[in-house]
């Protein structure tokens, strides 16, 4: 296992930045994201938009592969992984937007980059149907006046300050992806702030779109046949995602076992540590395998899944025992590891659950003409 500061020594300083953020996060997210202003870090937090469209790249965290990228999201999720999402930048709808918009699309997409780095949002998750993409309500129509946008996305990650997020929305029989500008909706969408327990940096949302007027070259691939549309693109932007929600679960655990380490524990409960570590090398491990496979443009949704399962698991499984080991006083005294603590739930609910995951992982390799 290599050590990510070894090629940018530069993280140490930057995790500092994150914890200072992470405290503030809960209670006060605008001095949080304030704290977040740094050149390198909003470099990192631009990882995967193309040069062409992002001036915020800085030369150390340019070209960055998938493996190393998975590294410096684990690493710095050691300190707080809430904070980490609270940064704007690369999202799910970046990768959407590169795999299904035409280029017009794209310069249209990154063009709110140009003035600061922006915040992006993904919306598929609605109420009732959470894990149900396919069964999704929200509508996109079209009459003589023109294309419209209804219904209510529920769950969406940094859309109270988004620039420009990505819809999946129904049409007649189908699924489209949709773009979506906030600052153009005139009241025809509404974002309401949702409290959370836990990860309080992604900043949940709700959207409720009524008769958002959607110009027809904001919908991805609308010439395009059918089989680019759909599950089949939501699944593609899952594959790349998925690694990462399990590097900031990875990052976690370690911010966990830490904290326990170097606490005076019973020589049982230590024993038990030194396992928790183990496996976090194991999934580590599997972690770089996968991103070598994906990088290799293998097909690996089974094993994509499993890190994921894999990873949230051990986080909940050692967040889990940490307020019976430590002292009363000590667990109420530290608010950090508390925050850590609650995060560590939240990370199984993001881009499908583990049981949806058992139920869906074994798929049919995807047919010829659709590259990852
Ligand atoms: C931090 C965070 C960030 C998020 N960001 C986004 C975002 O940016 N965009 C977005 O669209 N969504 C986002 N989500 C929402 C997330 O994708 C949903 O929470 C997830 O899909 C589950 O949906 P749900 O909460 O409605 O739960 P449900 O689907 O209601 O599931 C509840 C429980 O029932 C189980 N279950 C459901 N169906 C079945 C079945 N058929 N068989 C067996 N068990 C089943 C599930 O496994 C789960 O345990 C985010 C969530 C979190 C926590």
Redesign the pocket.
Known sequence: MSDITRYYPQLYALSERLLAAGQLAENNPHKATACLDHPELMSIACIGIPSRFNPWETPAFSNVSYARHLQIIEYLSRTDASAMMLLPGAS?STRAILTQGNEQQQARFFACFAERPAWT?????EPE????AGAITSELTHSEQGWRLNGT?L????AMLASVGIVFARYQQSQRLVMVFPDEAKGTLQRDSLDTVG?AG?G?TRLTFKDLCVKEEDILGHERRELLQGLNSLSMVFERHRPMVAAMALGTTFGLLTALDTRPLPAAVRLWVARQWRKYLAIYQQMLTLAEGYSNGQHQHALTSQLKRNATRLVEETACHLPHWLNRDDWLDDRLLRKRYRDSF?FE????????HL?NSFRPPVPKGISL
């Open positions: 799910l949002f993904f919306a598929v998750t149907i959470g894990s149900d996305k769950l969406i990650g940094g990860l992604a949940l939240a609910y993001m881009e499908g659950t583990s049981n949806i139920l």
